[in-house]
């Protein structure tokens, strides 16, 4: 069933902009009936250097179909930026649901054949241990969330995965922001904002010595979305992360472990003309894609990968390959 949500990612000048010609790209190539709309924020207090597009890359999204809107920051900007997701929901349509996606993905599918049900909202579920860490004397991994919980006045047990231990960091409601759906952007957008600047600013005595920065978005999310009726297993596996979209985070990433066909489908996006001229000024696309540093990125890992991304990173970094 065809369904009509917005599509959004943010972008701005530098790195977002190189990955957001690729995101246009992708979307297009597989799911044309989808419009990508990307939030800019604008120059201003909170924006040290200006943040918006150069005209020749604003002008290649535009000819990839994207609609590109301005907004402006009042509470983050530039010192963390992961948040200016959060600020950009109240621009979409109110009422209409929305699917964000970082711009570090690729849209290998159709996004309308994802049965998503926005009124019970999710987010990626390909995530590691990054928060919290359990410090020496320190409250343990239940006592944190369940803090959390308890401050914004949420049901902690049923947000929990009763089938793992109380130890277990899987036991707890834990998002990638990699990507996220729900019905409304504004409610959503509200919600999310209020439980942030929260935690931010008033956290609970539990979280002494827990750094904030950069998972903030990360915490506040999975209390966004208990909260607004969601929860882990809203969405039949492997469709988002999977078949439909591809979070590669990084390019030498993507070469690392991503499949051959998510390989090819970026160099085949890649090789439009109007994108390579432009991408070729990004190092790590000129390095992996056009001059095949991420071929060899791959016959690194051949033989398997390390359990974690760390450990990916740092095979990476020793073989001279990694770059963002």
Same mark, same amino acid.
């Given at each position: 069933?065809?369904?009509?949500?917005?599509?959004?990612?943010?972008?701005?000048?530098?790195?977002?902009?190189?990955?957001?010609?690729?995101?246009?790209?992708?979307?297009?190539?597989?799911?044309?009936?989808?419009?990508?709309?990307?939030?800019?924020?604008?120059?201003?207090?909170?924006?040290?250097?200006?943040?918006?597009?150069?005209?020749?890359?604003?002008?290649?999204?535009?000819?990839?179909?994207?609609?590109?809107?301005?907004?402006?920051?009042?509470?983050?900007?530039?010192?963390?930026?992961?948040?200016?997701?959060?600020?950009?929901?109240?621009?979409?349509?109110?009422?209409?649901?929305?699917?964000?996606?970082?711009?570090?993905?690729?849209?290998?599918?159709?996004?309308?054949?994802?049965?998503?049900?926005?009124?019970?909202?999710?987010?990626?579920?390909?995530?590691?241990?990054?928060?919290?860490?359990?410090?020496?004397?320190?409250?343990?991994?239940?006592?944190?969330?369940?803090?959390?919980?308890?401050?914004?006045?949420?049901?902690?047990?049923?947000?929990?995965?009763?089938?793992?231990?109380?130890?277990?960091?899987?036991?707890?409601?834990?998002?990638?922001? %990699?990507?996220?759906? +729900?019905?409304?952007?504004?409610?959503?957008?509200?919600?999310? =904002?209020?439980? #942030? @600047? /929260?935690?931010? *600013?008033?956290?609970?005595?539990?979280?002494?010595?827990?750094?904030?920065?950069?998972?903030?978005?990360?915490?506040?999310?999975?209390?966004?979305?208990?909260?607004?009726?969601?929860?882990?297993?809203?969405?039949?596996? %492997?469709?988002?992360? +999977?078949?439909?979209?591809?979070?590669?985070?990084?390019?030498? =990433?993507?070469? #690392? @472990? /991503?499949?051959? *066909?998510?390989?090819?489908?970026?160099?085949?996006?890649?090789?439009?003309?109007?994108?390579?001229?432009?991408?070729?000024?990004?190092?790590?696309?000129?390095?992996?894609?056009?001059?095949?540093?991420?071929?060899?990125?791959?016959?690194?890992?051949?033989?398997?990968?390390?359990?974690?991304?760390?450990?990916?990173?740092?095979?990476?970094?020793?073989?001279?390959?990694?770059?963002?």
């Amino acid at each position: 069933m065809v369904q009509d949500f917005t599509l959004f990612a943010i972008v701005q000048n530098g790195r977002l902009a190189y990955e957001a010609l690729l995101l246009a790209a992708s979307v297009a190539r597989s799911s044309p009936d989808t419009t990508l709309t990307l939030l800019e924020p604008q120059p201003g207090p909170l924006w040290p250097q200006n943040p918006t597009l150069h005209d020749d890359l604003r002008n290649v999204l535009l000819e990839l179909g994207a609609e590109i809107v301005p907004f402006e920051n009042s509470v983050f900007g530039a010192r963390y930026p992961h948040g200016n997701k959060i600020e950009a929901l109240k621009l979409l349509p109110r009422g209409k649901p929305f699917l964000f996606l970082d711009t570090d993905t690729l849209v290998t599918g159709a996004l309308n054949s994802v049965p998503f049900d926005f009124d019970r909202p999710t987010a990626s579920l390909r995530r590691e241990n990054t928060w919290p860490k359990v410090l020496p004397n320190g409250p343990s991994l239940h006592q944190i969330w369940a803090a959390l919980y308890d401050h914004f006045g949420i049901d902690f047990a049923a947000s929990q995965d009763q089938s793992r231990d109380f130890g277990d960091w899987q036991r707890y409601l834990y998002f990638n922001a %990699g990507f996220f759906f +729900g019905r409304c952007p504004n409610a959503f957008g509200d919600t999310f =904002l209020h439980f #942030a @600047r /929260e935690i931010e *600013d008033y956290p609970p005595e539990e979280l002494a010595g827990q750094k904030l920065d950069p998972w903030l978005d990360q915490i506040a999310l999975p209390l966004v979305i208990q909260k607004m009726g969601g929860g882990r297993d809203t969405l039949p596996p %492997g469709l988002m992360d +999977g078949e439909v979209t591809c979070h590669y985070r990084t390019l030498p =990433l993507l070469y #690392a @472990r /991503e499949s051959a *066909d998510n390989i090819a489908f970026l160099e085949d996006i890649a090789g439009q003309n109007r994108l390579k001229k432009h991408l070729k000024a990004y190092d790590p696309a000129r390095e992996m894609i056009y001059r095949g540093k991420g071929r060899e990125v791959s016959k690194l890992f051949r033989d398997g990968l390390p359990e974690n991304e760390q450990a990916i990173r740092k095979r990476l970094k020793a073989a001279g390959h990694w770059m963002r």
